[in-house]
């Protein structure tokens, strides 16, 4: 028996197991839209959600050079995934699930 796998919209590998999640935007009903962001997981630590950093480069015009940044970002996780520390993710931005989620992962990268 297989799921139907709703189409998210943007071109990402769907997950291969199911789950009964009402907020993963692949087998419930939570749309996604915005920003698309990679990144590395970082904690596993609460229940269904992950948090994310991400590195990038800032450029300051005083010094003419560039400086390293970290945001950190909490993600829904849905159970189709299955994530460990230090997994690449691509997550996408989608409704208010909590407080300080705002984020749900769409793909988990190789």
Do not use: W
């Not at 999640?21 to 630590?45: A, W, Y």
Request: charged share 30%; hydrophobic share 30%; proline share 6%.
């Amino acid at each position: 028996m297989t799921a139907k796998i709703r189409d998210i919209g943007i071109d990402v590998v769907p997950p291969t197991s199911e789950c009964s999640d009402p907020d993963c935007p692949f087998h419930g009903s939570l749309s996604v839209r915005g920003q698309v962001i990679d990144g590395t997981v970082t904690t596993v630590k609460m229940d269904k959600t992950v948090v994310v950093e991400r590195k990038y480069l800032k450029y300051q015009n005083k010094y003419e050079r560039y400086e390293k940044r970290t945001g950190k970002y909490a993600a829904h996780a849905p159970p189709c995934f299955v994530l460990k520390a230090g997994d690449k993710v691509r997550i996408m931005e989608c409704r208010p699930i909590s407080k300080t989620v705002s984020f749900v992962v769409v793909e988990k990268r190789e």
